[in-house]
């Protein structure tokens, strides 16, 4: 009968302490994870293409003057602005959200 609770002892004891250790494990990686986002890591903050901050210009527009094909980087890429837009604009990317670019006018 003895060996069965302390047993059952030892089997509590590693789970009490297994489950902080699990814990801050969990913890630790979740601030690994912000603290690469805060510092602007294309892999986490959303810019996998690594293109905000780069300078582009306007080679076609679409139906829309704020909306059409500008040139980033040797890449063609479809963007959409606040400001109405002309072909040879220079635009500045601001944010890459899948295939598309939001570009803010340089003046």
């Known amino acids: 009968m003895t060996d069965g609770v302390s047993a059952a002892i030892v089997v509590v004891g590693l789970w009490v302490m297994a ?3 699990i814990l801050i494990k969990l ?5 690994r994870k912000s603290g690469q986002a805060a510092r602007g890591d294309p892999a ?6 690594g293109l905000e901050g780069y300078r582009g210009k306007v080679e ?10 500008c040139l980033i980087r ?3 890429w479809d963007f959409v602005c606040r400001e109405n837009l002309e072909i040879g ?3 500045n ?3 890459v959200v899948g295939m598309k670019v939001y570009v803010s006018k340089l003046v």
Do not use: F, T
């Open 93 to 95: 990317v601001d944010q």
């Open 27 to 31: 913890q630790q990686k979740a601030e």
């Open 44 to 49: 986490l903050s959303g810019d996998k293409s």
């Open 19 to 21: 489950i902080p250790l």
């Open 74 to 76: 040797g890449e063609v």
């Open 60 to 69: 076609s527009l679409s139906v829309r003057p704020n909306a059409g094909k």
């Open 89 to 91: 604009d220079l635009v």
